[in-house]
Structure formats: C-alpha cells, structure tokens
C-alpha cells in the first residue's frame, strides 16, 4: 500500500536515495532541502514518478520558526503522514589545532537543532494520530568523542540519545523511532575524505536502511559489520583511547 513520507535532506546522499527508493516503490512523498534545483532534478530521474505523488520544498533546516507551516504544508499536499526520515547533515573539516565556533555551531544547528525542530512536530502529530514511524540518520561518530570532529561527535551524540528518548516515550503508543547509524558511506560528504574503509555506496545504504524499517528494527549500523567496530571502540578505556589518532 503507498504510504504518506517526508523527507528532510533528500537533494543528496543517503537522504536523495531513501527518496528516490521510495518513490520508485510508488510512496507519496514529500522532499526537503536548500537546492530545491536538485530536489526537482531527482523527480525527473525517477520513471515510474506520477504526477500528484511527489511534492518538492526549499527549506533550512535550520530557520526553526519555519517548521510548523512547511510540516503542514507538506502533510497537506500527501494528504496525511506514516513516515518521516531526517537525514539532514552537515560535516564541516577540522585541522587537528582548528577551533571554529562557525563551522560548529552550523554542525549542531543542522544535525542535532534542525532534527528535533522537525522531529518534535512529527512525534506529538504520531502521538495524537496513534500511529506513524520516524526515522533518524545519526551516525557510528555519536558513539564516542574523538579528537578529529568534536562537535560533528557530540552533534550525533545528542541525535542519538534524542532518537533512543523518543522511543522510549513513543514505543507504549505503537509509534517506531528508529536510530540508523551508518559507519562510511559514499556520498559528497565523505568525498576526498582518505583513510576511508568499509565505504558502500550511497544506494546500497538506503535499501539497508529502508529493508531493515520495514523489518521493525530500531536501532542498527549501516552496513552491520560496523556494529562490532563499535563495540571495539566503546569498550576502549579513556587514558588509552585518547593517544589513538581515530
Ligand atoms: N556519508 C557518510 O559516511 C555518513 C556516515 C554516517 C552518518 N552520515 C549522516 O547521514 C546524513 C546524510 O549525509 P550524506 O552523507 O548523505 O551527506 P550529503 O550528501 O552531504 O547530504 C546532506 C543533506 O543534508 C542537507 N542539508 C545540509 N544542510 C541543510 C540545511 N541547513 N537545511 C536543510 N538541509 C540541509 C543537504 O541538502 P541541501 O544542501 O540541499 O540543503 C543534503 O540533502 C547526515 O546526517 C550525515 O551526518 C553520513
């Protein structure tokens, strides 16, 4: 059956994948982003796409007092809501000596304001539906502070203890929020990057992704293997872990 979703961050990536996905299975859907040019471009680029099935909107994420009407402006046009999917990010380069309040305070604003902008309205607009799903893109980084990123770290720190909260207040109401949290993936963001390993593309992450939604899972690493890496990672006590260069 086609179901009712929203989008935030589909003009590239992950977020662009999930959607064109979505809307090749014949889903309503509505897109969120900046470059509404490449939103556009992305309905094109999808065959089966039927008119009255796609809606396409330019938005910031981070113009929080924005929220509420393009929500509205969104359910209106699918006529309803099941899903939403938050997978707006920002990940700016650090040099190891850099501290910038700029690149920063974007990084929190985008990953970790503009999600519970967007994720408070769908929660409470769930809870008084009694039904809906919601879908968070975090990250492997939330997983512990590392010196290369702090705040991009501690942006998906706080996304993923946001989502996990979420959860356990929505799960008694029959509503699933669930935490993806991806280790490395080729999309712009990682492009340049070295040192990269385990990379799958874009397309391979967003069917994991929406196979393992399908499946009711609620928390889980993109591709799994980064699971064990984590485990790894979180078990290495703090005076050895901060002389490692990861
Ligand atoms: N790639 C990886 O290896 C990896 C690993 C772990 C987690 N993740 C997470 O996965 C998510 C998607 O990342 P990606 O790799 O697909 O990156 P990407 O290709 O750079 O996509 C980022 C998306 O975020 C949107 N965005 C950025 N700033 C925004 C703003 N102010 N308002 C609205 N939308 C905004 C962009 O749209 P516009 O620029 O058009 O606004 C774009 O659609 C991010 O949360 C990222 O942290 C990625």
């Given at each position: 059956?086609?179901k009712?979703i929203?989008v935030?961050?589909?003009?590239?990536?992950i977020g662009?994948e999930i959607a064109t996905q979505l809307i090749a299975e014949?889903h309503?859907?509505?897109?969120?982003?900046?470059?509404?040019?490449?939103?556009?471009?992305?309905?094109?680029?999808?065959?089966?796409?039927?008119?009255?099935?796609?809606?396409?909107?330019?938005?910031?994420?981070?113009?929080?007092?924005?929220?509420?009407?393009?929500?509205?402006?969104?359910?209106?046009?699918?006529?309803?809501?099941?899903e939403?999917y938050?997978?707006?990010?920002?990940?700016?380069?650090?040099?190891?000596?850099?501290?910038?309040?700029?690149?920063?305070?974007?990084?929190?604003?985008?990953?970790?304001?503009?999600?519970?902008?967007?994720?408070?309205?769908?929660?409470?607009?769930?809870?008084?539906?009694?039904?809906?799903k919601?879908v968070?893109i975090?990250?492997?980084?939330?997983?512990?502070?590392?010196?290369?990123?702090?705040?991009?770290?501690?942006?998906?720190?706080?996304?993923?203890?946001?989502?996990?909260?979420?959860?356990?207040?929505?799960?008694?109401?029959?509503?699933?929020?669930v935490?993806v949290?991806?280790?490395?993936?080729?999309?712009?963001?990682?492009?340049?990057?070295?040192?990269?390993?385990?990379?799958?593309?874009?397309k391979e992450a967003a069917s994991t992704i929406l196979q393992k939604v399908n499946s009711?899972k609620?928390?889980f690493?993109v591709?799994?293997?980064?699971?064990?890496?984590?485990?790894?990672?979180?078990?290495?006590?703090?005076?050895?872990?901060?002389?490692?260069?990861?």
């Open positions: 059956m086609a009712k929203i935030v961050g589909a003009s590239s990536g662009k014949g309503k859907v509505a897109l969120f982003a900046r470059r509404e040019k490449e939103l556009k471009n992305l309905l094109g680029s999808v065959s089966s796409a039927k008119t009255g099935q796609v809606f396409t909107f330019k938005h910031d994420v981070t113009q929080y007092s924005q929220v509420p009407s393009v929500f509205a402006k969104a359910i209106k046009s699918l006529g309803g809501l099941d939403i938050y997978s707006s990010g920002v990940m700016h380069r650090i040099e190891p000596n850099e501290f910038s309040i700029e690149k920063d305070l974007e990084m929190l604003e985008v990953n970790l304001l503009g999600c519970v902008a967007w994720l408070d309205l769908a929660a409470k607009f769930f809870q008084d539906q009694k039904s809906g919601i968070g975090s990250s492997i980084a939330g997983d512990r502070g590392r010196r290369s990123n702090p705040v991009y770290n501690a942006s998906k720190a706080g996304m993923t203890t946001y989502l996990e909260a979420l959860r356990n207040r929505l799960a008694v109401k029959g509503i699933q929020v935490t949290r991806p280790g490395m993936i080729e999309t712009p963001m990682t492009e340049g990057l070295s040192g990269l390993f385990w990379v799958i593309t874009a009711g609620e928390d690493y591709p799994a293997r980064w699971a064990l890496v984590s485990l790894i990672i979180r078990s290495i006590p703090s005076f050895i872990f901060r002389r490692l260069s990861i």
